[in-house]
T-cell receptor
Framework: DGGITQSPKYLFRKEGQNVTLSCEQNLNHDAMYWYRQDPGQGLRLIYYSQIVNDFQKGDIAEGYSVSREKKESFPLTVTSAQKNPTAFYLC????????????FGNGTRLTVT | GDSVTQMEGPVTLSEEAFLTINCTYTATGYPSLFWYVQYPGEGLQLLLKATKADDKGSNKGFEATYRKETTSFHLEKGSVQVSDSAVYFCALIREGRRALTFGSGTRLQVQP
């Protein structure tokens, strides 16, 4: 079955450590996205990529970095510069085109203490 | 900029009650509108969409009509079930834009 896999489901880190969240898709989608979800704030766009080897900052990119070396993979690194990293992170993908629906992974809950 | 406003939750209903979740938006031009649903511990799933004024999106008994004159896209269902308990997100995207703009989500709790 095609879909998006995010791993791990739960992640715990100490403050000051970088951590990388995995996102893999086998839907053959060109576009991939990272969103952050906080209670009562909906989803906010961190980074997106429309093609391999290209990505753009979203609304809250500070303290995060991404890479897109393969079409299937779009890992997100939460760096120590991110002031409030504890959140639920969602990866999504879509075919190109504004009306294309997003397909989401099941998310990674990151807790930094 | 673009924005989506949803009614605050939680919305608590008894099984078989009628559901309305309000959604209004601010955007220039004619955006496409979406409703997504998130079940506990999962990602979001597309529930329905509408791409032009007066279009009605429908799926699994849920409906929403794109109202340009009131900039609204309210979600309705005639008879909710316990299994409908989830968080519902309204979202929009304008042609040529990079990604969806989401509302803050509305939690629905259906009691047996």
């Amino acid at each position: 079955d095609g879909g998006i896999t995010q791993s791990p489901k739960y992640l715990f880190r100490k403050e000051g450590q970088n951590v990388t969240l995995s996102c893999e898709q086998n839907l053959n989608h060109d576009a991939m996205y990272w969103y952050r979800q906080d209670p009562g704030q909906g989803l906010r766009l961190i980074y997106y990529s429309q093609i391999v080897n290209d990505f753009q900052k979203g609304d809250i990119a500070e303290g995060y970095s991404v890479s897109r070396e393969k079409k299937e993979s779009f890992p997100l690194t939460v760096t120590s510069a991110q002031k409030n990293p504890t959140a639920f992170y969602l990866c999504a993908s879509s075919i190109q085109g504004s009306n294309s629906p997003l397909h989401f992974g099941n998310g990674t809950r990151l807790t930094v203490t | 900029g673009d924005s989506v406003t949803q009614m605050e939750g939680p919305v608590t209903l008894s099984e078989e009650a009628f559901l309305t979740i309000n959604c209004t938006y601010t955007a220039t031009g004619y955006p496409s509108l979406f409703w997504y649903v998130q079940y506990p511990g999962e990602g979001l799933q597309l529930l329905l969409k509408a791409t032009k004024a007066d279009d009605k999106g429908s799926n699994k008994g849920f409906e929403a009509t794109y109202r340009k004159e009131t900039t609204s896209f309210h979600l309705e269902k005639g008879s909710v079930q316990v299994s409908d308990s989830a968080v519902y997100f309204c979202a929009l995207i304008r042609e040529g834009r990079r990604a969806l703009t989401f509302g803050s989500g509305t939690r629905l709790q259906v009691q047996p």
